[in-house]
């Protein structure tokens, strides 16, 4: 059964770059049928898509975010990264990789979730 | 773009129905069928319960279901059971640039 996991700090300076990297074990990475995909959940608060990627490398970003976010696949490694960059409190979060069927369809499959705290 | 409007909180008593409202427009779910509602209990992952406004996963009780009138999607929770209660997320594919849209989140309380 395919798996997800995030890993990075859990802790990043005001202004810095977030990475965080998640590892895909169990099934095929490099299947035509899925995306990978980020997400983040704001202590309290409600989900927020950050970006897309498929596995060939095309990307897909929150416009919101578009300016700060890179997201990439190493598929040797089978895992994809997320970096977002100049990184403030309003960051703070709970980050969750996942794979989507399509750009905006259902997320079938979660990691568990990371927090990342921004500190000043 | 503004997020899918759900209600904050819905509740009701063991054994009853329950339906969640999730309103957009015609450029998220009124024009599409890639509504999804996810389940999320404290401190854990979402995790899919409906999918394509209707579909449900397989594993998924038959006690939930989905359907769409308009722009607007609900999740109907049959039969509630303690273990229902928790946060449930609506989202809907959109034609902006956004691309993909989630509701606020209704937390379900069971009697």
């Known amino acids: 059964q395919l798996q997800l996991q995030e890993s990075g700090p859990g802790l990043v300076k005001a202004s810095e770059t977030l990475s965080l990297t998640c590892s895909v074990s169990?099934?095929?990475?490099?299947?035509?049928?899925?995306?990978w995909g980020w997400l983040r959940q704001p202590p309290g608060k409600g989900l927020e898509w950050i970006g897309t990627?498929?596995?060939?490398?095309?990307?897909y970003y929150n416009p919101s975010l578009k300016s700060r976010v890179t997201i990439s696949v190493d598929t040797s490694k089978n895992q994809f990264s997320l970096k977002l960059s100049s990184v403030t409190a309003a960051d703070t979060a709970v980050y969750y990789c996942?794979?989507?069927?399509?750009?905006?369809?259902?997320?079938?499959?979660w990691g568990q979730g990371t927090r990342v705290t921004v500190s000043s | 773009q503004s997020a899918l409007t759900q209600p904050a909180s819905v509740s009701g008593s063991p054994g009853q129905s329950i339906t969640i409202s999730c309103t957009g427009t015609s450029s998220d779910v009124g024009g599409y069928n890639y509504v999804s509602w996810y389940q999320q209990h404290p401190g854990k992952a979402p995790k899919l319960m409906i999918y394509?406004?209707?579909n449900r996963p397989s594993g998924v009780s038959n006690r939930f279901s989905g359907s769409k009138s308009g722009n607007t999607a609900s999740l109907t929770i049959s039969g509630l059971q303690a273990e229902d209660e928790a946060d449930y997320y609506c989202s809907s594919y959109t034609s902006s640039s956004t691309l993909e849209l989630f509701g606020g989140g209704t937390k379900l309380t069971v009697l």
């Open positions: 990627i498929y596995y060939r490398g095309s990307t």
């Open positions: 169990g099934g095929s990475f490099s299947s035509s049928r899925y995306y």
């Open positions: 394509d406004v209707s």
């Open positions: 996942a794979r989507p069927t399509l750009v905006g369809a259902q997320i079938d499959i």
